[in-house]
């Protein structure tokens, strides 16, 4: 098993910057991606960033440019730097882990807001 534990959302104004940050424990070895999801009101959970365990990444085109992924394998850790935000970002973010045998893990979410 995996848990995911993330912080460092709350409210920013358009234009402004956070960061996600989300620590991995239990089953470590297990993990090849990590990555972040993201739900707005109304809206399905979409994809926003991943990275391999060798550091593979991949964006939405709508965060492309903005938001950073990046991981700390000795840490266990995966970071979002979120920069030029804008209100269409406001959602709950879910930290995301995918292990080499295709188990999937969520975190509890945290809730971003970008107010104009």
């Known amino acids: 098993q995996v848990q995911l534990v993330e912080s460092g959302g709350g409210l920013v104004q358009a234009g402004g910057s956070l960061r996600l940050s989300c620590a991995a424990s239990?089953?470590?070895?297990?993990?090849?991606?990590m990555g972040w999801y993201r739900q707005a009101p109304g809206k399905q959970r979409e994809l926003v960033a991943r990275?391999?365990?060798?550091?593979?990444?991949n964006y939405a085109d709508s965060v492309k440019g903005r938001f950073t992924i990046s991981r700390d394998n000795a840490k266990n850790t995966v970071y979002l730097q979120m920069n030029s935000l804008v209100p269409e970002d406001t959602a709950v973010y879910y930290c995301?882990?995918?292990?080499?045998?295709?188990?999937?893990?969520w975190g509890q979410g945290t809730q971003v807001t970008v107010s104009s």
């Open positions: 239990g089953s470590i070895r297990s993990i090849n991606a």
């Open positions: 995301h882990a995918a292990s080499w045998a295709g188990s999937t893990y």
């Open positions: 990275i391999t365990r060798a550091g593979s990444t």
